[in-house]
């Protein structure tokens, strides 16, 4: 585990001055398991598939890998959020939101149907639009390409107030 740990560190670093193009799989190429990381776990990053673009219309997930804070496991994350990640980034803690907390649910929603939200119960109400492919950049499937169970959602900071 410290072994997957360590170089998907080298990678994350080494992925900030890479441009490749940019292939893409099936989503079905993932081992799916909703219940594989539960909604507002802690995790740090390992990889990043990054994004040829800013993803605007939605046309593909963005490929994560990471380590669970609370179980140690490591598990793929597949969002449709462009967080701009950079180096540095693999030192801090994230929150994962699951595909059906409003936050992610917000990220797979296009700039169409932003507009049709008039109050916040109407984020529940949203369908999502169905993302079919995944970005990659094949000079990283040997980290990539791997048998970890896989989630949808989007991760974050969560910033917890004081009391």
Same mark, same amino acid.
């Given at each position: 585990?410290? %072994? ?14 890479? @441009?490749?193009?940019?292939? =893409?799989?099936?989503?079905?190429? #993932?081992?799916?398991? &909703?219940? %594989?990381?539960?909604? +507002?776990?802690? *995790? ?7 994004? !040829?673009?800013? /993803? ?22 597949? &969002? ?7 180096? +540095?980034?693999? @030192?801090?803690? =994230?929150? =994962? #939101?699951?595909? @059906? /907390? !409003? ?19 109407? *984020?529940?109400?949203?369908?999502? $639009?169905?993302? &079919?492919?995944?970005?990659?950049? !094949?000079? #990283?499937? =040997?980290? %990539?390409? @791997? $048998? #970890? !169970?896989?989630?949808? +959602? &989007? ?6 107030? %004081?009391?």
């Amino acid at each position: 585990m410290k %072994a997957i740990y360590t170089l998907g560190l080298l990678t994350l670093l080494l992925l900030t001055s890479c @441009n490749d193009t940019y292939r =893409y799989w099936e989503t079905s190429k #993932f081992n799916i398991d &909703t219940t %594989a990381l539960k909604d +507002g776990a802690q *995790i740090k990053l390992v990889y990043s598939s990054r994004a !040829p673009d800013d /993803n605007e219309g939605l046309h593909y997930y963005i490929h994560l890998m990471v380590v669970s804070q609370e179980t140690g496991d490591t598990i793929n994350i597949l &969002t449709a959020a462009n967080n701009d990640l950079k180096e +540095g980034d693999q @030192n801090s803690v =994230y929150t =994962y #939101f699951d595909q @059906n /907390n !409003p936050i992610s649910k917000i990220m797979l929603m296009n700039s169409e149907k932003m507009k049709e939200i008039k109050n916040v119960d109407d *984020i529940n109400n949203i369908e999502v $639009k169905e993302i &079919t492919k995944v970005a990659r950049d !094949p000079k #990283f499937d =040997y980290i %990539a390409d @791997n $048998k #970890f !169970p896989t989630v949808i +959602g &989007t991760i974050g900071i969560m910033e917890v107030p %004081a009391k």
